[in-house]
């Protein structure tokens, strides 16, 4: 079986909808602990653009999971993008495709678009992209575990939960996990999404 096995025990759609929930809602610590420079800049509210509109511009990235977010980096208006690796891609062609939406995003909104790459797989692409490249790269992985848990990083906790950890890591980090959600500073809503990250 593969590691996203696990993705396939319930409806794709719900599966989308709790991913988006789980960045928009978490986007600020999620920038904070792995962009720190990125989020100084953005220090406006983030709003999730709408999943209809963002799937027009990321036909060629169907095979993964696409969020778009407004904000204001420096005061001026921009369209954060993430890409969530979902399946083997080779190199050439992430990049090509990453390239496409964003210029896609671009002429549409008018604004600046940073994309950002989420990769799932151990054996990563993300290395080999050009560190001049504009794209913005992160890498979730079992190594990094006590330190998403000291920084109350709940979008790497979630990822590494539900498409990353085997059953037996599951139940060796379900309650520190479970104790850093409690904690946070969310609403009820907020907190429900994160929940079916760990209950289904």
């Known amino acids: 079986m593969g590691k ?81 690796i979902m399946s083997k891609i080779s190199y050439f062609e992430l990049v090509e495709r990453i390239q496409y939406t964003k210029q896609s ?16 797989n151990e054996n990563t692409l993300i290395d080999e992209i ?20 000291s920084n109350g990083n709940i979008v790497a906790l979630a990822l590494l939960n539900k498409y990353i950890f085997n059953e037996d890591e599951r139940e060796k980090y379900c309650f520190d996990i479970f104790r850093k959600v409690v904690q946070m500073q969310a609403d009820l809503r907020e907190k429900h999404s994160l929940y079916q990250f760990f209950l289904t």
């Open 105 to 120: 995003l671009q002429k549409h909104f008018y604004h600046p678009t940073i994309p950002i790459v989420v990769d799932l």
């Open 130 to 149: 050009d560190e001049e490249s504009d794209i913005l790269t992160v890498q979730i992985m079992k190594s990094e575990i006590d330190n998403y848990l």
């Open 4 to 84: 996203f096995a696990d993705a396939e025990k319930m409806p794709k759609d719900m599966t989308q909808v709790w991913l988006r929930d789980l960045f928009t809602t978490n986007i600020q610590n999620f920038l904070k602990v792995f962009f720190p420079k990125l989020h100084q800049q953005c220090t406006h509210s983030f709003t999730q653009i709408a999943p209809k509109t963002i799937s027009r511009f990321t036909l060629s990235l169907n095979d993964g999971m696409n969020i778009g977010l407004k904000t204001k980096r420096n005061g001026e208006d921009v369209i954060i993008f993430i890409h969530v």
